[in-house]
C-alpha cells in the first residue's frame, strides 16, 4: 500500500469524566518503527486499544491500513499483530498450540511453528505447556504470536519487558527484521535506550497529549546543548569542563584540551530522550 | 498471508481450543467422571421399589384381632408374626394403640414410634354401641402420601368391621343398620397418588447435579479466560465478540446436554416419552450455561465464581428437591427456570406423560432459558468490553 499503515486523525477517549487521549494525531508508514513513549497512564495502551478494534474512539478518526478501525473490520484484524503488555497465552496448551490455534483464526494452515519458535529462541520449548514458562519464555511466546500471521501492522506493548539482555537484544532484532520486511510497527517501551535504538521516529505522550513526534536525532539536536564535556587529571583530583561548540573560542579550547596532560575523555554532550521527555512535559517516564 | 475465515470455522476454532483446555483440566475431568459414575451408581442402590406394606395403627387393640381376621378371610396367607406391638398379614400389619391420641400422634409424625401410614379409631365401647345400634363414629387416620386405593381398602375394612359387629344379613350395608361415620383425617399435606420410588424421586436431582457440574466448569473456564484477559487476544483476530459468545454457549450447552442425555440413558429413563425428555435436558443445559456465562462474567477470581455459581444454583436444585416431598411444591418454587424442566424428568419418567400434559411446565421453561441466556451472553459481553 502506498499511504500510511497507521493514521491517527484528532483521536480522543475518556473513561468516564477522565480524558485518556486527547486529540491526538500521528502516521505510521509501512517499514516504519514509532516508539511511543510516556509514563504510565499516558494514554499509550487506550491508544492501542483503539487501534487494534478494543475501543471505539469517542472523537477522531483512526486507520489502519486505510480503513476506519471503528467498522470492526475484520479485514484489519486479519493484517495487524499485536504483543499485549499482560502475558495473555492459554497455559495449559504447549507453545505449538497456542501458535497453532491463533494461526487457525487467521485462516492459516500448515503454519512453520518451529521457524517462528526459533525466531524467539523457544524451539526447544515447542512441546511445553505455558504454565511451565518462565516470565521472559512468555514474554518471548508473546511475541511469536503476535508474528503468526506475518501482519503489516505491528503493535507491541513493551515487548522486551521482563527479558534479559541476550533475549531482549533477540526480540529487538526480530523487530528490526519485521520493519525492513514492511511491516509498521508500533512500539511503546519504558526503555528509552531500546526506543532510541529501534525507533525511526518517537512520538512523546503524556496525560493524553502528544507532545513531540520526530526521528529521535531531530529531538535530541533540537533540545540537547551543543557542548562536550571534557575530563582531565589535575593534581590528583578529576576535573570536568564543559566546552561550547559554537563559540568563537571552541577551537583553540579544544586544542588545549587534547594537549593538556593528565586528559581522561572528551564526549559530546548530547541529550537522551528521557531529558527531553522530562524536559517538555515536566515528568518522568516512570 | 491470512485469509479470510467464515464465522462457523472461527467458532469451532474457539470450541476446539476450550475442549483442549477441559480434557487437560484434571480437577474438572475427575470430577466429571467421578461425578458421573457416582450419581448413575447412587440411582441404582436406591430402593427401585415402594414398601406395600401397609402399618395400621388400631384402638381400641381388642379390635386389631378383628381386623387381622378379616384380612385373612380374605384369602390372604396369615403368617401370624407376633411382636411386642403388632401381628402382621401379607401385606397388611396392624399395630395395637391404647389411645386415640397416641394413634394421632404417631400417624401425624409429631412422636416416636412405629412407623404406622393409617390409623383406626373406633369408640371404646364400639362393640356395645353397635349391638344396641347406637351411632358412633370412627376416625381413620391417613398419613400424607398414602396412595387413595389404600385409603378406600381402609374404609372398606372399617366397615366390614361393623358388618362383624353389628352381625348384619348378608347382602345387607350394615352402614343402613348401624349408623357409624366415618371421617378421614389425612394427617401433613395430601399426596395421595404420588407414590414413586426414592430412585425415581433422586432421578431429577441426580439429572440437576450433572446439569450444575457443567455449569461449574464452564463458569471457571470463562472466568479464567476473563481473568488472564486472553479474550482480548481472540479480540485482536478476525474472531469477533459474537464468535466468542457463540462458541462459549455452544461449548456450554453441548456437554452439559451430552452429560444430562448419558445420565439418563445410563438410568433407562427413555421411553415412549424420549423426546420430551431430550427437550427437557436441553433447556436445562441452556439454562446451566447462561448462568455459567454470567458467573464467569462476574467473578472475580476462582473462588469469586465458585460462590457465585453456587448461589446462582442453588435455587435452581429447589424444584429437584420438592419431587422428593411429592405435593409439598409451593407456587413459587414453579415459577422457578428449572422447575419445568425437573417436573418433564418426573412426569415422564414416573408416570409416562408426554408432550400434551407436559407443554406447559416447558414452555415456561423455554421463556426462562431466553431470559438466562440473554442476561448471560449481556452480562459477558459487558464484562469483555470494559476489560
Known amino acids: 500500500m ?33 516508539g511511543f513513549l510516556g509514563p504510565n497512564g499516558a494514554g499509550k495502551s487506550t491508544t492501542i486499544k483503539i487501534l487494534t478494534g478494543q475501543l471505539p474512539a469517542k472523537s477522531g478518526v483512526a486507520r489502519v491500513l486505510g480503513r476506519d478501525v471503528r467498522r470492526d473490520d475484520p479485514e484489519i484484524q486479519r493484517h495487524i499483530g499485536v504483543c499485549f503488555e499482560e502475558k495473555n497465552l492459554y497455559e495449559g496448551m504447549t507453545a505449538e498450540e497456542n501458535l497453532k490455534f491463533f494461526a487457525s483464526l487467521f485462516g492459516l494452515k500448515g503454519v512453520d511453528t518451529t521457524r517462528l519458535l526459533e525466531r524467539v529462541g523457544l524451539a526447544d520449548r515447542a512441546k511445553t505447556r505455558v504454565a511451565g514458562f518462565s516470565k521472559g519464555m512468555r514474554q518471548r511466546l508473546m511475541v ?16 522486551t519487558d521482563g527479558l534479559d539482555p541476550v533475549s531482549s537484544k533477540a526480540i529487538r532484532g526480530l ?19 531500546e526506543a532510541d535504538e529501534l525507533s525511526h521516529r518517537v512520538a512523546f505522550i503524556n496525560e493524553g497529549q502528544l507532545y513531540a513526534v520526530d526521528t529521535p536525532e531531530s529531538l535530541k539536536l533540537r533540545y540537547g546543548k551543543r557542548s562536550v564535556k571534557v575530563r582531565a587529571r589535575v593534581g590528583g583530583e578529576v576535573v570536568e569542563d564543559s566546552v561550547a561548540l559554537d563559540a568563537e573560542d571552541t577551537g583553540e579550547r579544544l586544542k588545549e584540551a587534547v594537549a593538556a596532560e593528565g586528559l581522561l575523555t572528551i564526549h559530546t554532550e548530547e541529550a537522551t530522550l528521557e531529558s527531553i521527555f522530562i524536559q517538555m512535559t515536566g515528568r518522568g517516564l516512570d | 498471508m491470512a485469509r479470510p ?38 440411582f441404582w442402590m436406591l430402593p427401585g421399589t415402594v ?163 457443567e455449569s461449574l466448569a464452564l463458569a471457571g473456564l470463562i472466568a479464567v479466560e476473563i481473568q488472564r484477559r486472553t479474550v482480548t487476544a481472540l479480540l485482536v483476530t478476525p474472531a469477533s465478540l459474537t464468535d466468542v459468545l457463540a462458541a462459549k454457549s455452544l461449548l456450554g450447552t453441548t456437554l452439559a ?123 459477558l459481553r459487558r464484562k469483555v468490553r470494559t476489560l
Open chain 2, 51 to 213: 414398601d406395600e406394606t401397609i402399618r395400621v395403627g388400631v384402638t381400641p387393640p381388642d379390635l386389631a384381632e378383628t381386623l387381622l381376621g378379616l384380612s385373612a378371610e380374605e384369602g390372604e396367607v396369615a403368617p401370624g408374626q407376633d411382636d411386642a406391638e403388632g401381628q402382621e398379614t401379607q401385606g397388611l400389619e396392624v399395630v395395637r394403640f391404647d389411645s386415640e391420641e397416641k394413634l394421632r400422634a404417631v400417624v401425624a409424625g409429631e412422636t416416636d414410634g412405629p412407623d404406622v401410614a393409617v390409623g383406626l379409631a373406633f369408640p371404646d365401647d364400639f362393640a356395645g354401641l353397635t349391638a344396641r345400634g347406637d351411632p358412633v363414629t370412627v376416625t381413620v387416620y391417613v398419613e400424607s402420601g398414602v396412595p387413595a386405593e389404600v385409603r378406600q381398602a381402609m374404609e372398606s375394612a372399617v366397615r366390614e368391621i361393623v358388618y362383624f359387629a353389628a352381625g348384619a344379613a348378608e347382602g345387607v350395608d350394615p352402614m343402613d343398620v348401624v349408623p357409624v361415620r366415618q371421617e378421614t383425617v389425612v394427617l401433613g399435606e395430601d399426596r395421595a397418588g404420588e407414590q414413586v420410588s426414592m430412585r425415581e424421586r433422586m432421578r431429577p436431582l441426580l439429572a440437576f447435579f450433572v446439569l450444575m457440574m
Open chain 2, 5 to 42: 475465515v467464515s464465522h462457523p470455522a472461527l467458532v469451532a476454532a474457539i470450541v476446539r481450543k476450550d475442549l483442549r483446555e477441559f480434557s487437560r483440566d484434571r480437577l474438572w475431568l475427575i470430577l466429571t467422571i467421578v461425578g458421573l459414575v457416582m450419581f448413575i451408581a447412587v
Open chain 1, 144 to 159: 511469536a504470536r503476535a508474528l503468526v500471521n506475518q501482519p503489516m501492522v505491528l503493535f507491541l506493548d513493551e515487548p
Open chain 1, 175 to 193: 523487530i528490526e527484521e519485521e520493519a525492513r520486511r514492511g511491516a509498521a510497527v508500533l512500539l511503546t517501551t519504558h526503555d528509552m535506550w
Open chain 2, 257 to 379: 446436554f451430552f452429560e444430562a442425555v448419558l445420565m439418563l440413558a445410563l438410568t433407562r429413563s427413555f421411553g415412549a416419552g424420549w423426546s420430551v425428555l431430550l427437550a427437557a435436558a436441553l433447556l436445562g443445559a441452556v439454562i446451566v450455561t447462561g448462568m455459567a456465562l454470567i458467573s464467569g462474567a462476574a467473578g472475580k477470581d476462582f473462588m469469586g465464581t465458585l460462590f457465585l455459581s453456587m448461589a446462582l444454583l442453588v435455587p435452581l436444585a429447589i424444584p429437584a428437591v420438592t419431587v422428593l416431598f411429592p405435593g409439598s411444591t409451593a407456587t413459587w418454587v414453579k415459577a422457578l427456570p428449572t422447575y419445568g424442566v425437573m417436573e418433564a424428568f418426573v412426569r415422564v419418567t414416573s408416570y409416562g406423560e408426554s408432550w400434551v400434559d407436559l407443554w406447559g411446565p416447558l414452555a415456561l421453561a423455554a421463556l426462562w432459558c431466553v431470559a438466562v441466556f440473554g442476561v448471560g451472553l449481556l452480562v
Open chain 1, 2 to 34: 502506498s499511504g500510511p499503515a497507521i493514521e491517527v486523525d484528532g483521536v480522543s477517549y475518556a473513561y468516564g469524566d477522565r480524558e485518556a487521549v486527547k486529540g491526538i494525531s500521528f502516521k505510521v508508514a509501512p517499514g516504519e518503527v514509532l
